[in-house]
């Protein structure tokens, strides 16, 4: 079996999740949030996301250096819960991420040319694909780029704003508690590109060192990012105009009374939205590179490419599937959609999780934080909006009834 190249250092995973992360929760997210939950609630929200999160990534980093190949829960499924459990996380994740990709796609053409979105978003699956296409090593470098522009950005937003910010404003709560569950659940969607340091596994170099180091790391920085910059945005707009904000941020800067610096804000969410498009669909690549493996998906989607050392066929089907989403979806209906079917995919990660042997001096809290993720999980997948609930199980459902039907002919043939 063909083996990708371990090239990546703490370095490039930790920039790797930072680029997967920021800019959904930013620039997308919080707005439904907030009309879910209310000012107040929607920093709720943010921190009960940010702690499923980190219980899951606790699980994650585990499992990734105990399996350090690509695949993610996939493989961490199949080894600890059994096939059927790794194929659904594999399914969930592709058709979630899948979801992302193109969600992330209409969002760039929204910012960069509202008139002409989906030819823009088509343009930016193959440019993002071609990167991938030449290495690893390119995404983490292009990567890199992309998170550095952000940053400024973001700091530009949050120094700008903060002198704006109404106290009374940040003790808004106007959901319900039921509300801050949807909401965090929303939420969820830019906390989950982390695991793409897992996912990539078989490119990290020292995993059992590398992996559980760049995962929490990665996830603290942007946690830290999203409380700061969720404040600026109640604290400047108040829950209603922020909940009806179609760019929240580009709205905090001409609430601050800076409107000149609006583009700025756009040309930085297009950049950031880049960046999380770029690691998803380097993400989904490898997971169908691993479920093709094991036959769960064509194998001739296993295939590595001998001179760039990465999964090109898988890679290409993924760009095409999200192509044909873009010219048919829709950004918000692909968020609660995905959302779904990712924490059903995080949920297992915990259930693997707790079948690792106990680790002298810290089994009891590891243990603990894989309970409260599973349960975490679930809890928030089911609060979800109704439609992407039933759109989301409501695809786990046919993948399991593909799984069984393919297990029952190939039983047959054997016997």
Not at 161 to 166: K, P
Not at 183 to 199: D, P, Q, S, V, W
Not at 286 to 311: C, E, F, K, N, S
Not at 344 to 351: C, G, Q
Request: glycine content about 12%; proline content about 4%; some cysteine.
């Amino acid at each position: 079996m063909e083996r990708l190249a371990r090239r990546l250092g703490v370095p490039d995973a930790v920039v790797i999740g930072l680029g997967s992360m920021l800019g959904a929760g930013v620039f997308v997210v919080f707005a439904p949030a907030a009309s879910a939950a209310g000012g107040a609630g929607l920093l709720l929200a943010l921190a009960l996301a940010g702690f499923i999160a980190f219980c899951n990534a606790t699980s994650s980093a585990r499992l990734a250096a105990r399996y350090p190949e690509s695949g993610g829960t996939y493989v961490y499924g199949r080894e600890r819960l059994g096939p059927y459990a790794g194929f659904l996380a594999g399914w969930g994740f592709v058709v979630g991420k899948t979801a992302s990709c193109a969600a992330m796609a209409l969002t760039i053409g929204a910012y960069l040319w509202p008139g002409q979105a989906r030819l823009v978003a088509v343009a930016a699956v193959v440019a993002v694909t071609g990167v991938n296409l030449r290495g690893i090593g390119k995404t983490a470098t292009a990567t890199k780029v992309l998170v550095g522009v952000v940053l400024a950005v973001l700091a530009l937003v949050a120094v700008t704003g903060v002198g704006s910010v109404s106290v009374d404003r940040l003790g808004d709560l106007d959901g319900t508690g039921r509300g801050v569950l949807t909401a965090a659940g929303l939420l969820f969607f830019a906390f989950a590109g982390y695991a793409r340091i897992a996912t990539l596994g078989e490119e990290v170099r020292d995993p059992e060192r590398t992996i559980p180091r760049a995962v929490p790391l990665a996830l603290g920085i942007v946690l830290a990012i999203y409380l700061a910059l969720g404040m600026v945005a109640v604290g400047v707009l108040g829950a209603d105009a922020l909940a009806s904000s179609v760019a929240p941020l580009a709205d905090v800067v001409t609430a601050a009374g800076l409107p000149d610096l609006a583009w700025v804000v756009r040309a930085g969410a297009t950049v950031a939205v880049t960046g999380v498009l770029l690691s998803l669909v380097a993400g989904v690549g490898r997971t169908t590179l691993a479920m093709a493996r094991r036959r769960d998906l064509p194998g001739a989607l296993a295939a590595v490419h001998p001179r760039y050392q990465v999964p090109h066929r898988a890679e290409l089907a993924v760009a095409a599937v999200v192509i044909v989403v873009v010219l048919l979806g829709d950004v918000r209906g692909a968020i609660g959609f995905s959302s779904c079917t990712v924490l059903v995919y995080y949920a297992i990660t915990n259930a693997s999780a707790l079948t690792l042997e106990r680790e002298p001096g810290r089994w009891l809290p590891v243990r603990a934080l894989a309970v409260a993720g599973l349960v975490g999980c679930l809890l928030l997948a089911v609060n979800l909006p109704l439609s992407s609930v039933l759109a989301g199980f409501g695809v786990l459902a046919l993948g399991t009834i593909w799984y069984a039907v393919r297990h029952h002919l190939a039983s047959q043939r054997s016997g």
